[in-house]
């Protein structure tokens, strides 16, 4: 199992040093940008910059996850059967790297977070979701929170890709094209038309549940509600995946 988590790694660790070399590319021109402006006018660059708020990092960390679990089963799947090595032992390759990943990357979003907010007034999504909470600064504890909450997502993110890469594996192409077109349109369609038949009840369901799944209640913000949330996503995805890999046919 050692090598097929060392490949995993690697894949992985090039990846993100590509998507991690784009974002601080970008950030770079938007600090040159700035520096340039500042030097004719500084009041209005400093106007700016209070006025002004960045973010991304995290977010697109979370998109990555997500992409790299829907592209890390079919190349990988047949490549590791040609060499003998066993679907338990590649779903838990597969899993270590997914939560390793995920610990890395929420600790680099935060560091990246308050290393950007010195040059920057740059604010994660996590400190714009819950400002409240860092009203009087931030905290150690807030800092934790943070982490952890990213984690969370990103773990639950990864669970997600994997999931659907072995639904879609799994699936005929008709069966493809029906479930890309049914359920989008399921989505965006049939839900308005089913909450106007109920008189906007399913409005009021979403609009009561989720805050709560976010961690806002009436009697403040609980951050281990949406880490919970995610947590289980990934759970559940993950323990579904596994269910269709275990006879999971290989394909060409």
């Given at each position: 199992m050692k090598h097929a988590?060392?490949y995993?790694?690697r894949?992985?660790?090039?990846s993100?040093?590509?998507t ?5 590319g ?5 600090g040159?940008?700035?520096?340039i402006?500042?030097?004719g006018?500084?009041?209005?660059v400093a106007s700016?910059r209070?006025?002004s708020?960045?973010s ?6 979370a998109?990555?996850?997500?992409v ?5 089963f079919?190349v990988q799947?047949?490549?590791?059967q040609?060499?003998g090595?066993s ?5 838990a ?6 939560v390793a990943?995920s610990l890395?990357l ?8 308050y290393?950007?907010?010195q040059?920057?007034n740059?604010?994660?999504i ?9 009203a ?11 982490m952890l909450?990213?984690?969370?997502l990103f ?5 997600a890709?994997f999931a ?6 799994r ?9 890309s077109?049914l359920?989008?349109a399921?989505?965006?369609l049939g839900?308005?038309a ?5 008189q906007?009840?399913?409005?009021r369901?979403f609009g009561?549940v ?13 951050i281990l509600a949406?880490?919970g949330?995610f947590l289980a996503?990934a759970l ?8 269709m890999?275990?006879?999971v046919p290989?394909?060409a």
């Open positions: 988590v060392a995993y790694v894949n992985a660790a090039t993100i040093l590509i991690f070399g784009v974002l601080v970008v950030f770079l021109v938007l040159v940008t700035i520096h402006g500042e030097a006018t500084p009041d209005n700016l209070e006025n708020t960045f991304g990092f995290d977010m697109a960390y998109v990555f996850v997500f790299w679990s829907l592209c890390a079919r799947f047949r490549f590791f040609q060499n090595i679907r338990k032992s590649q779903f390759a597969w899993g270590i790297t997914a990943m890395f929420a600790v680099l979003s935060v560091a990246i977070t290393g950007m907010n040059f920057f740059y604010r994660s996590f400190q714009q979701m819950y400002a409240p909470l860092f009087s600064g931030a905290g150690a504890s807030l800092v934790f929170q943070e909450w990213n984690a969370a773990l639950g993110e990864a669970g890709g659907i890469t072995l639904l879609y594996y699936m005929g192409k008709t069966t493809k094209v029906l479930v077109v359920v989008p399921s989505l965006l839900l308005p089913i909450d106007g038949l109920v906007g009840a399913l409005t369901f009561w989720g805050p709560q799944m976010f961690g806002f209640f009436d009697s403040g913000i609980n949406p880490v949330v996503v559940i995805a993950a323990g579904l995946a596994w269910g890999m275990r006879r290989v394909k």
